[in-house]
């Protein structure tokens, strides 16, 4: 399994408007500077996030994003599912419909318990977590 620049960077846009929490909105501008990425790549981005309910905009003058509820409950898992729409590590776990091997594959265990790792792993951490982490190092997410 392989994250994706798309995947990354809905994960550094989530962190850094959890790093800023409360009334005020962040720009998409400002987040493209701060976090130096193509303002026009990060549209594309946000927009998932809006549309997914992660993350709200708000229009005018003082408007922008902000993250739609707090970083504490939102997972990594969520922002890189909605990002990459599969995080399986193999095609075979990626549809609704069994693979038609599935019952007779010896290896399928393996992927099903690496891919409950991943969905585990992932789960369990979550914005707060980060904000929290990267502060702690006097990291910018501008790294993650």
């Known amino acids: ?9 809905a994960l550094r846009i989530m962190v850094e408007l ?5 009334e005020d909105c962040m720009s998409l501008k400002e987040i493209a500077q701060r976090q130096e990425i193509s303002e026009k790549y990060l549209e594309s981005i ?3 996030l809006v549309n997914a309910g992660l993350v709200t905009s ?9 993250l739609a509820r707090p970083a504490s409950s939102c997972t990594v898992l969520e922002v ?3 990002a990459e729409e599969t995080l399986a590590p193999v095609t075979c776990l ?3 419909e069994p693979c038609p091997r599935s019952d007779k594959c010896l290896v399928l265990p393996i992927w099903q318990g690496l891919n409950q790792v991943i969905q585990d792993y992932l789960a369990g951490i979550t914005l707060e977590q980060l904000v929290q982490q990267t502060a702690g190092k006097g990291l910018s997410t501008n790294y993650i």
């Open 1 to 9: 399994m392989m994250i994706s620049t798309r995947g990354r960077y």
């Open 94 to 96: 990626e549809g609704e």
């Open 58 to 66: 708000l229009r005018g003058k003082n408007g922008g994003y902000r």
């Open 18 to 22: 959890a790093l800023y929490p409360g």
């Open 80 to 82: 890189l599912e909605l």
């Open 46 to 48: 946000v927009k998932r």
